[in-house]
Each structure stands twice: as C-alpha cells, then as structure tokens.
C-alpha cells in the first residue's frame, strides 16, 4: 500500500512542473506557480481529512478515498491535458490524494504491528515504500522517453494506486483501520 501510494507522491513531485510545461506554458515563473496550486489544495486537504480521521475515528476509508483521488486526478489530467485549467485540476486532485495518503496510511501498520514488531515491521514497509522513490519517477522518464508523452506513465501510476488502495481494503484485523491504538 504505501509503495504504491508513494508512487503517486514520487511521480507528482517529480513531473508535475514538466507535466504542466507539456500544456503550453513556458515561462517558468508561470509553471512554478501553476506548479504550487496543487500543493496548496493538497495542504489544506490534509488538515481536513485528518480532521475528519480524528472525529469519526475511521481510518479505511479517510486512506482509500484519498488515493482513488490522486488515481482520478492522473486519468483527468491525461484525458484533458489539451485543456489546461481541467488539467491542473486534474493534477490537483491527483496531489491531494497523494499526499493524504501519506498521513492516513501510517495509523495501519500501527494498529496492525505488535510493539514487539513494530520497529522490523516500520522499518521494512519505510523501505519498500521508498523505493517508489526510484522506480516510479524512472517508469515516468522511460515511458515519456519511449513514446514521447507522459499519459501511459499517468495511466500506470493511476492503476497501482488503485492496486494499492484495494489492498487497504482487504486489510482485516478488527480495527486496524477504524482506529488508532495507542501502544
């Protein structure tokens, strides 16, 4: 779950300033800006869905919701990359449900992992999500570099998030995902 969720974030954070110069734009002022919308909606989205996490105490959906977000985002941007302003809200619907992912995913593998294994168990889900930070931005480079486009990197991208939030719920410890322990 959370290499796929960060697959998304990596693909985002590295690509997007080149996603949106493909729309038209050059001026790099222009492209940084347009580039910041998306992480500003996405700040503002986590405070509110944590918040909303926190009151109902549910975790499955309040992490599942969010990355079919950021699946939808990278399907309307590709299917309106000719249109800039559905586009960047594309994207920024992509980034909002990335980057919550992150935070909403964390309380699973709390909840899941004993205190016994939590510091193996932490450490081996940290890592096998960081190597998105690879892979993903790599797949995304390959593909533009073989086709030219960045659409059949998005559509992939798009559908490992969808993997990965189908396995979040199939996850079937009692609790781990409606609430937090404390241990």
């Known amino acids: 779950i959370y290499f796929c969720i960060q697959s998304g974030v990596y693909a985002i954070n590295f690509w997007l300033p080149s996603i949106i110069k493909s729309m ?5 002022l222009l492209i940084g800006w347009l580039s910041a ?19 109902r105490n549910e975790r499955r959906w309040h992490l599942v919701v969010p990355m079919l977000m950021g699946a939808i985002g990278l399907l309307i941007a590709v299917n ?6 559905i586009a960047i809200l594309g994207l920024s619907i992509a980034t909002m449900g990335a980057l919550t992912g992150l935070p909403m995913f964390w309380p699973m593998p709390t909840a ?23 892979l993903s931005p790599y797949l ?9 486009s960045t659409d059949a990197a998005l559509y992939s991208l ?5 993997i990965g939030s189908l396995v979040a719920l199939r996850v079937t410890r009692a609790g781990a995902l409606s ?4 241990d």
């Open 24 to 28: 038209g734009f050059d001026n790099p």
């Open 37 to 55: 919308i998306p992480y500003l909606l996405a700040g503002v989205f986590m405070i509110l869905v944590g918040r909303s996490a926190d009151l």
């Open 140 to 148: 995304v480079g390959f593909i533009k570099d073989q086709t030219g």
């Open 112 to 134: 899941l992992l004993s205190a016994a294994t939590a510091v193996a168990g932490l450490a081996i889900i940290n890592s096998v999500g960081q190597m998105a930070g690879f």
């Open 179 to 182: 609430s937090a322990r404390a």
């Open 158 to 162: 798009a559908g490992l998030i969808v």
């Open 80 to 85: 309106f990359a000719g249109h800039p302003p």
